[in-house]
């Protein structure tokens, strides 16, 4: 019932703020590009999943790459933010919405008015069906706005234009007149090198040989969850294909094993370790999820099964990376697909 009036609740607002605001033209940035100041840009993503805040991090690589001396503001929602974007410099704030905004009311206002109060060269909207999203960047101060509004052009000109984490950097490229023919960047937390190193330490105390590591997440919610049977009957196979290598579940923070914990495990509190972690992997196995994101940030060959999200909107697309359609594989062909990932 909770999920029926927060899909009914999402309808209704998205419908009284769909027609908020009138993104510029690219041309009215040109004044802006070639003044060759630091500027102020706010990114508005008003969302607390992992996964969607992680398909930030291509926008916040572009920006970067464009405008090397920008300052960034982040308005999203929940705390994990401020862990996932650590290491890039150019975020100067994250304003954050709580998790719970009626148990929080004075903490989500007293967000919402911390937006006026920087002037900002330009607000971005990442997903322009976001209610919050498009408020947000009606309501803040700036002399240039997108509301992300898609782009047919854009859409027929670029296969991959849906994908969440690839739209907002093809509509930021557009509207600052920037289209290179270049790959759009990959999902990244921007590790150090001292988290790097830790996570290889990690990574040796599980495994305490020289094989290599097959990592696998069992965990995801609602009807994207396997169910135990396929999870135990699929485990079994990948044991009998995989014997020369290490197979390792990583496990969610609900404690969570869809093979009632018969293989070796790994969690962590930690995102950044988690992540440090599945580097020294050899391939990631998963339904989608935000951990499969994190997994594609991790920049470690991942296999992502799908059942009812669109692959094209939410596939990771690191090197090596692939997305089949579950209910279109059988366990044979998800184990041949691995094998033919280990050796490319």
């Not at 911390?114 to 999203?133: A, C, F, Q």
Request: proline share 5%; with cysteine; net charge positive.
């Amino acid at each position: 019932m909770k999920k029926e009036i927060n899909a009914l609740r999402k309808k209704i607002l998205y419908s009284l703020t769909k027609h908020i605001g009138t993104s510029i033209h690219k041309n009215d940035l040109s004044a802006l590009q070639a003044s060759g100041k630091p500027i102020r840009i706010l990114i508005n993503r008003p969302n607390s999943r992992l996964g969607n805040l992680l398909m930030i991090t291509p926008l916040l690589q572009e920006i970067e790459d464009v405008f090397p001396q920008a300052k960034v503001d982040l308005f999203v929602r929940g705390g994990v933010a401020s862990i996932l974007y650590k290491n890039y410099n150019q975020v100067d704030h994250i304003l954050t919405l709580p998790g719970k905004p009626f148990k929080n009311l004075y903490k989500y206002l007293k967000s919402w008015f911390k937006i006026r109060k920087e002037h900002y060269d330009l607000v971005l909207n990442t997903m322009p069906d976001s209610s919050s999203g498009r408020l947000s960047t009606f309501f803040a101060r700036a002399t240039y706005r997108s509301f992300g509004e898609s782009d047919a052009a854009l859409e027929q000109k670029y296969p991959d234009y849906r994908h969440m984490a690839k739209y907002p950097v093809y509509n930021f490229r557009q509207i600052i007149h920037n289209e290179k023919v270049k790959n759009i960047p990959e999902l990244s937390l921007n590790l150090s090198t001292e988290e790097i190193h830790r996570g290889e330490e990690i990574y040796r105390s599980l495994v305490k040989n020289n094989k290599p590591t097959l990592f696998f997440y069992t965990y995801a919610t609602g009807k994207k969850c396997f169910t135990k049977e396929w999870w135990k009957q699929f485990y079994n196979q990948l044991e009998q294909t995989f014997p020369e290598y290490n197979l390792i579940e990583v496990l969610p923070k609900e404690n969570i094993s869809q093979i009632d914990f018969k293989a070796a495990s790994y969690y962590s509190k930690n995102l950044r370790e988690m992540s440090a972690v599945l580097s020294c992997g050899a391939l990631f196995l998963t339904a989608d999820c935000g951990v499969m994101h994190l997994a594609s940030a991790s920049r470690i060959p991942t296999l992502a099964l799908f059942n009812i999200t669109p692959i094209e909107v939410y596939r990771p697309y690191n090197v090596g990376s692939k997305a089949v359609n579950s209910g279109e594989v059988s366990v044979t062909e998800i184990l041949k697909l691995m094998q033919e990932m280990l050796i490319e």
